[in-house]
C-alpha cells in the first residue's frame, strides 16, 4: 500500500491561500489521490480527488506532481470554517481509504 | 441531499452491556464502511461490506464485535460486552465502488462513552 506523508499542522490567515502538502512517494501508477477533510465534530468529508493532472472544483484544487510522488491541496481563500483536519489518501485500486494523522489546519482571523 | 445516518448519535453505557449502533447507508450505494475514531488511533477502519457481504473485517476484535447487513438499508455494529476502551466516534460510510476511484460519504457518527 502507499504511504503518505504530510505536516502534522498548518497555520494560516483567514483570506490567504493555503498550500497542504503531501508526499506520497510509493503511489503506483493508476492510484487516484484523494483528499478529504474532517471538519471538527463531523464526519470526514471528501474534498477533490486527482490522476496526473491538477483538478479544480468548488471546494479546492489539487496540483499534483509530474512524478505523482507529491501533490499539494490548494484553498484559494481560507476561512475560518476550513478550519479542519486535511487527509492526503492514495488508495490501492477498490480498497477501502485508510486515513493517516493528517494535517491539522488552524486558520486565524 | 442524500445522507448517511446513524443512530444513535451518543450512547453511555456500562461495561459489559451490548452495544448496537446503527447506520443507513445512501440508497443505490454498494459499499458501506465501518470506521473508529479516538484520540491516540486517529480513524481506523473496522469492516466493510460490499453488496451486503463482508469483504474485510480485519480491523475488528473478533470476541466482542460483530457487523452485519440484514438489507441494503440498515447496517449494524453490535460490541458484546463493551468495555471502557471501546469509547470512541463509531462513523458509517457508504460509496459505490465499481470503478478507478472511489467516493466515500460518511455519517455524523455515533460517540460511545463505556464506563
Known amino acids: 500500500d502507499a504511504k503518505t506523508t504530510q505536516p502534522n499542522s498548518m497555520e494560516s490567515n483567514e483570506e490567504e491561500p493555503v498550500h497542504l502538502p503531501c508526499n506520497h512517494s510509493t503511489i503506483s501508477g493508476t492510484d487516484y489521490i484523494h483528499w478529504y477533510r474532517q471538519l471538527p465534530s463531523q464526519g470526514p468529508e471528501y474534498v477533490i480527488h486527482g490522476l496526473t493532472s491538477n483538478v479544480n472544483n468548488r471546494m479546492a484544487s489539487l496540483a499534483i506532481a509530474e512524478d505523482r510522488k507529491s501533490s499539494t491541496l490548494i484553498l484559494h481563500r481560507a476561512t475560518l470554517r476550513d478550519a479542519a483536519v486535511y487527509y492526503c489518501i492514495p488508495p490501492s485500486g477498490n480498497t477501502p481509504l485508510v486515513f493517516g494523522k493528517g494535517t491539522r489546519l488552524s486558520v486565524i482571523a | 441531499d442524500a445522507r448517511v445516518t446513524q443512530t444513535p448519535r451518543h450512547k453511555v453505557t456500562e461495561m459489559g452491556q451490548e452495544v448496537t449502533m446503527r447506520c443507513q447507508p445512501i440508497?443505490?450505494?454498494?459499499?458501506v464502511f465501518w470506521y473508529r475514531q479516538t484520540m491516540m488511533q486517529g480513524l481506523e477502519l473496522l469492516a466493510y461490506f460490499r453488496n451486503r457481504a463482508p469483504l474485510d473485517d480485519s480491523g475488528m476484535p473478533k470476541d466482542r464485535f460483530s457487523a452485519e447487513m440484514p438489507d441494503a438499508t440498515l447496517a449494524t455494529l453490535k460490541i458484546q460486552p463493551s468495555e471502557p476502551r471501546d469509547s470512541a466516534v463509531y462513523f458509517c460510510?457508504?460509496?459505490?465502488?465499481?470503478?478507478?476511484?472511489?467516493?466515500?460519504?460518511f455519517g455524523p457518527g455515533t460517540r460511545l462513552t463505556v464506563l
Open positions: 460510510a457508504s460509496g459505490f465502488q465499481g470503478g478507478a476511484y472511489n467516493e466515500q460519504f
Open positions: 440508497l443505490g450505494h454498494n459499499t
